[in-house]
């Protein structure tokens, strides 16, 4: 994949339209990421259709990316955790990955945190890579409580870290 120009990718907050697209990007990119890396339990209640729903609700957390008129990304950041970063498969390697990460940094921050945090699952190598590459520190193992059709599901994850410049 060629590099993207970062004057070609639009940044904006995502709205209603934005969620079919939001939510097939997320189950793709979920998927490749974390089968065989998490339980059962969640994979159980991560189907097609709960991207869907989820996708949807979180429209208000979500910043999405957009070339050409196409939406190829997203972001969500509650507080100081960046909790979801994806990209559209076709635009792995392009650099828009790191344009996302850093406006969800800029969001912790500006939310006052001088710190963000997400989690990722030990097995996913691809993207440990890819936020070690983005000056992400890994502060070791933790227990993220992922919600799921009922009770939290516990999911063994490596916490990653970083210092952001609070505006």
């Known amino acids: 994949m060629t590099k993207i120009a970062e004057s070609a990718v639009t940044l904006r907050p995502a709205i ?99 710190r963000a945090w997400l989690a990722v699952s030990p097995g996913n190598g691809r993207a440990r890579a890819f936020y070690e590459r983005q000056g992400w520190h890994d502060e070791g193992h933790f227990v993220y409580m992922a919600g799921g059709a009922g009770e939290p599901i516990p999911v063994p994850c490596q916490r990653y870290v970083k210092r952001v410049a609070v505006r």
């Open 16 to 114: 209603p339209s934005d969620s079919e697209a939001v939510a097939v990007i997320w189950y793709q990119g979920w998927r490749d990421g974390h089968l065989g890396n998490i339980p059962d339990a969640l994979v159980a209640v991560r189907t097609e259709a709960s991207f869907y729903e989820r996708a949807a609700q979180r429209i208000g957390d979500t910043v999405v990316a957009v070339v050409e008129g196409e939406v190829v990304g997203f972001v969500m950041v509650v507080d100081d955790e960046v909790e979801q970063v994806y990209l559209a498969g076709h635009r792995r390697g392009s650099g828009i990955a790191g344009i996302l990460l850093d406006e969800a940094e800029r969001l912790v921050a500006a939310n006052g945190h001088e």
